[in-house]
């Protein structure tokens, strides 16, 4: 996944604003995204993107997402929310992906004919505590992730998302 700029600059700056109190760390102090919210953002990310790499301080930031009908706090919200809900899609096709390797290798030691059935049985054994721990960390909470209503209506807006916020997959 190759993320060129707006992706990091998103992370960065809710980051930011959140250690200084502007933005709320967790979801529950904020609504869930409605799919006017998310279209009114991707008209107004790429106008802000490019007024934000002249502006001068956070103030004038903020005046000019107020002057789009923005609560400043709710525009980083929906950034960060977007920017969750798609490396959560990425991540969720990377795990179909890692399940199926998991059933070649799993299938690859059961045929194998340099192995005894004890052997066969450890590595299958060591296999499986791989693979429940590489599930264990995806689904690790982080207090950003979208819900699955969020995750649907970003994943129907995906390309127009990656298309604004400059990510190639």
Same mark, same amino acid.
């Given at each position: ?10 992370a960065?700056l809710?980051l930011?604003?959140a250690? *200084?109190?502007t933005?709320?760390?967790r ?8 799919a006017?919210? *998310?279209?009114?953002?991707i ?6 993107v ?9 103030a ?6 107020r ?5 400043p ?5 929906v950034?960060?929310r977007?920017?969750?809900? *798609? ?7 990377r ?19 340099? *192995?005894?059935a ?23 909470p982080t ?11 970003i ?7 990656q ?7």
């Amino acid at each position: 996944m190759l993320y060129r700029r707006s992706l990091p600059a998103i992370a960065m700056l809710t980051l930011t604003l959140a250690l *200084l109190g502007t933005v709320p760390l967790r979801a529950e102090q904020q609504e869930p995204l409605s799919a006017a919210e *998310l279209d009114r953002f991707i008209g107004d990310w790429p106008g802000f993107v490019a007024w934000s790499e002249d502006a001068d301080d956070e103030a004038t930031s903020e005046r000019w997402l107020r002057d789009r009908g923005w609560q400043p706090e709710r525009f980083f919200y929906v950034a960060a929310r977007v920017s969750a809900g *798609l490396v959560e899609l990425e991540a969720g096709g990377r795990g179909e992906q890692a399940d199926d390797g998991f059933e070649q290798q799993r299938a690859a030691i059961q045929q194998s004919p340099h *192995l005894s059935a004890e052997q066969k049985e450890q590595l299958i054994e060591q296999l499986d505590r791989q693979r429940d721990g590489a599930a264990e960390s995806a689904m690790a909470p982080t207090g950003q992730q979208p819900s699955a209503a969020e995750l649907a209506l970003i994943e129907s807006r995906r390309d127009k998302l990656q298309q604004i916020l400059r990510i190639d997959y």
